[in-house]
């Protein structure tokens, strides 16, 4: 039997299911499909050690460090995917059966060639429309860390990171590695 796709701008959370079982990841953000292709050597690596780095932070504050693939369900995501999240204690986000509903503390996306204009321009809005407090936009190839904090419904960059810079995120505070050693082995 034929698949029917809904039309363009009109794709919900149970669409998915008619989806083929493909190995691809799926982003629904204001009713419009984004097929994320799979992520290469560079990206996984880049987030083994900011996972490496964040782990005992988030575990200082009482917080938990979550990665993709893993849904995430905010007003206009209807589910997103983020590479990390954070979720601190008395936060808006709150796990649930289908992943994680609301917006987590922190999200944090390590962008591809593939990727950059959907984590640059529409996940940044979308994100800040749905009161995520800070977003991280780490850049393999840049070698850069872009920390952006959250104002009014907009999230605005407040600091930027690169070379022998160490992160300095207004919820996490001064981070312990050095941005080159984020990337040092890699080829972006």
């Not at 698949?3 to 989806?19: I, K, N, S, V």
């Not at 990841?25 to 050690?49: C, F, N, Q």
């Not at 600091?159 to 995120?169: E, K, N, Q, Y």
Request: proline share 9%; glycine share 10%.
């Amino acid at each position: 039997m034929a698949q029917t796709r809904p039309a363009p701008g009109t794709w919900t959370y149970e669409d998915l299911f008619g989806l083929p079982d493909d190995g691809k990841r799926y982003e629904i953000i204001e009713g419009v499909l984004y097929v994320l292709p799979s992520v290469g050597w560079a990206h996984a690596s880049v987030v083994m050690k900011l996972i490496t780095v964040l782990l005992p932070i988030a575990k200082d504050l009482g917080g938990q460090w979550l990665t993709a693939p893993l849904d995430v369900f905010v007003p206009g995501g209807d589910p997103v995917q983020p590479d990390l999240l954070l979720m601190l204690p008395g936060g808006a986000a709150r796990t649930a059966t289908r992943g994680i509903e609301g917006p987590p503390d922190l999200v944090i996306e390590v962008v591809t060639p593939t990727n950059r204009v959907h984590d640059l321009l529409t996940k940044r809005a979308l994100y800040g429309r749905a009161g995520v407090r800070e977003y991280w936009i780490v850049d393999p190839e840049a070698r850069t860390i872009e920390i952006l904090a959250l104002d009014g419904d907009a999230l605005h960059l407040v600091f930027t990171a690169s070379g022998a810079d160490r992160p300095l995120s207004p919820l996490l505070g001064s981070l312990t590695i050095a941005v080159d050693d984020l990337f040092a082995g890699i080829d972006a």
